[in-house]
Each structure stands twice: as structure tokens, then as C-alpha cells.
């Protein structure tokens, strides 16, 4: 009989993987709080109290149990649309198309939401999400068969059909899908067996962030635990080498940019079924633009993607009341964030052309 031994990771080991993690959470804290530093220095020059305005952002995101649900749900979107943009980013798939692919995947569900009657609400919920997500991942094709056919770089394509997507669900909403009872540009109201299962009564809060909260772990087990997930991280590292060691390059861009569009598209779903109740044209405040966002503050890692989120939501959500019980304008919740990806992208540069001067150093040496 063999007797084999299980090696355990040495202390060693542990204490780098521990140190690595803590550098990289402080190096975010610092960043966050140079974001906010920022904000405050710009609220200070206007006049204002920072610490006041500050106060008032942190009463509207977390003042009380109805506002702290109602942050929860809105990370619901930013959540799944940062999740997206982290599948396709790790792949060097430069998916810039999620807020075209937000309105076709919400835009999806509605239709199922509010003209397939006579379904139980077991059946009508999943079929409503399931057309978010599969609008979203054919929404990404062309872009797709631009990169394969003639190796045209996604980015701009991707961006262009944003405009498409959200200009053809405007026309939708406008003409032939209007409810003529409706407000604004929007369709019917969603059926009761279409909507998302609410939490708490009084607030926004449903089922949709509980499965957001899952995909976060499946998306992760996905990447970084199957055989596929290695692959798409190899083409994004290295696509030449992948290509000379017999992965399907190709393949793994296409899939990339479903499963990027599919989650998006089902972020838009859940925003439908759980919030609004019916598409409307404008549904979105650039929630496929704040994912991307997302998705370089936490590095493109699934689990970064979930602070991160809440993050986002508690500056969106506190923003209103900062703004309306100090008169402090949201826009300085827009400059914190826009300092936050200054510095995010600041350390990704530091640290790609310390590793260029490792090599060069290297090279010399030998």
C-alpha cells in the first residue's frame, strides 16, 4: 500500500499570500480615501462643509434600514454589469458595449414581462430573466464576428452599438410598444408574475440582489475553477502563446463576449422585473459605464466586484440627499469617482512599467 503525503502550503507561503491581500486592501483604502479627499477639497473651495455634506451622503446610503436596502438594491445592477465587464476585461476582450447591451437585455424582459400572460410566477420570472440574458449575449455577435472575420479590435464597434441599442429600444418605447396610458416613454407595466419577489415592504429591495450575490461566486468559480475559466485567463494573459499552445483563441473571445453581454443583459433584466416595472427609455443612469468602472477597481476579480458595487451604489444613493440637505451637486459624487479611476489606473501603469524595467534590468544583466 502507497502512503501518500498531503503538503500543506508552508507558513511561509501563508504569510506571503496574507501580506500580498493586505497590501493590495490598503493600497484600495488609500485610493478610496484620496477619491473622497478630492471631493472634499472641491465641496470646501465651493463653500460648503465637507464634513456636512459627507455626513448627509452616508445618512442617504445608510441613514436607516429602508436606505441601506435601497443600496443594496441598486448595487443589484452594478453588480452583474461590473461582473460582466470583469469576465470580458480578463479575457482582453475590451467590451465598452454594456450600456447597449443593458437596454437590449432589459428591453428583452420587459416584452416577455408584459405580453406572455397566463404563466405561474415560478415559470414567468425565470423565462423574463432568461430573455435578458440571452438579448444581451446576441447583442455582442456582431462585434464578435467583426474580431473574427477581420480581426477588427472590439472596441469600437462595441461602443458604436451601444448608441444602436439604445436609440432602437427609445424608437420601441416611442411607437409600437408605448403604453399610451404611461407618463413617459415606456412600455405596459410588467405583469404580477413577471416582478421580482420584494424583501422588506416600503423599500426597493428584492430577490434580484440575492442572485447577484450567487453569480458573484459562480462567475469566480467559473473563472478561476473550470477549464474554460483558465482558458479565457490565458488568452487574456498571452493570446499568442495560447494560440501556439493550442487553445481556441477565437472560440474564447466569442464566448467572452457572450458571457459578458449575458450578464449585463440580466443585470437589465433584474432592474426591470425588480424595480421599475416597465422598460422606459431612460431607465439607466450609465449603470453599463459605472460597471466598467467596477470592474478596474477591483482588478477584474469577481469577489472585488461586490465592494466595489456597494460602494458605487452608497455614492449614487447618498448623492440625492448630500445634495438636497446640503445643496452640494451630485456632480461631486461624479469627481470622486472620476479621481478614484485616476488613481486605479495610475497604479496599473506604476506597477506594469516597474515590471518593463524588472525585465529590462534582467536583460542587461545577462
Not at 184 to 203: C, E, H, N, W, Y
Request: glycine share 12%; hydrophobic share 55%.
Amino acid at each position: 500500500m502507497i502512503n501518500k503525503k498531503i503538503a500543506f502550503p508552508s507558513m511561509v507561503h501563508i504569510r506571503r499570500i496574507f501580506g500580498e491581500v493586505l497590501t493590495q486592501f490598503l493600497n484600495y483604502l488609500l485610493i478610496l480615501f484620496l477619491g473622497l479627499v478630492i471631493g472634499a477639497i472641491v465641496i470646501f473651495l465651493s463653500g460648503k462643509d465637507p464634513l456636512t455634506a459627507y455626513a448627509a451622503l452616508w445618512k442617504g446610503a445608510f441613514g436607516n434600514w429602508y436606505k441601506f436596502a435601497d443600496t443594496l438594491d441598486r448595487s443589484t445592477v452594478l453588480i452583474l454589469c461590473g461582473l460582466g465587464a470583469a469576465v470580458a476585461f480578463r479575457t482582453s476582450v475590451f467590451n465598452l458595449g454594456l450600456e447597449g447591451q443593458l437596454y437590449i437585455g432589459a428591453m428583452a424582459a420587459a416584452i416577455v414581462g408584459f405580453a406572455v400572460p397566463g404563466l405561474p410566477k415560478i415559470i414567468h420570472i425565470p423565462l423574463c430573466l432568461l430573455a435578458g440574458i440571452v438579448a444581451g449575449g446576441l447583442w455582442t455577435l456582431p462585434v464578435s464576428y467583426l474580431r473574427i472575420r477581420w480581426n477588427v479590435p472590439v472596441m469600437v464597434p462595441s461602443l458604436m452599438l451601444n448608441y444602436i441599442g439604445i436609440l432602437f429600444t427609445q424608437y420601441l418605447v416611442s411607437f409600437p410598444l408605448r403604453d399610451p396610458d404611461a407618463g413617459m416613454a415606456g412600455t405596459p407595466v410588467l405583469l404580477d408574475t413577471a416582478r421580482l419577489p420584494k424583501f422588506i415592504q416600503g423599500s426597493t429591495i428584492n430577490i434580484g440582489f440575492i442572485i447577484a450575490i450567487v453569480m458573484v461566486f459562480l462567475v469566480y468559480w467559473f473563472m478561476f475553477k473550470t477549464k474554460i475559466g483558465y482558458e479565457l485567463r490565458m488568452v487574456g494573459y498571452n493570446p499568442n502563446f495560447s494560440a501556439s499552445a493550442g487553445m481556441p483563441v477565437k472560440r474564447s473571445t466569442i464566448l467572452a463576449m457572450l458571457i459578458s453581454g449575458g450578464l449585463v443583459g440580466f443585470g437589465g433584466a433584474c432592474i426591470i422585473t425588480g424595480f421599475f416595472g416597465r422598460f422606459l427609455a431612460s431607465f439607466s443612469v450609465g449603470y453599463g459605464w459605472d460597471g466598467m468602472m467596477i470592474s478596474l477597481l477591483a482588478q477584474n476579480n469577481p469577489l472585488g466586484v461586490l465592494p466595489a458595487s456597494l460602494f458605487y451604489a452608497a455614492l449614487a444613493n447618498g448623492a440625492m440627499t448630500m445634495q438636497s440637505q446640503t445643496g452640494v451637486p451630485q456632480t461631486v459624487v461624479g469627481m470622486v469617482k472620476g479621481a478614484i479611476m485616476f488613481f486605479v489606473t495610475a497604479q496599473v501603469f506604476v506597477t506594469y512599467f516597474r515590471g518593463r524595467m524588472k525585465k529590462w534590468k534582467l536583460t542587461s544583466t545577462g
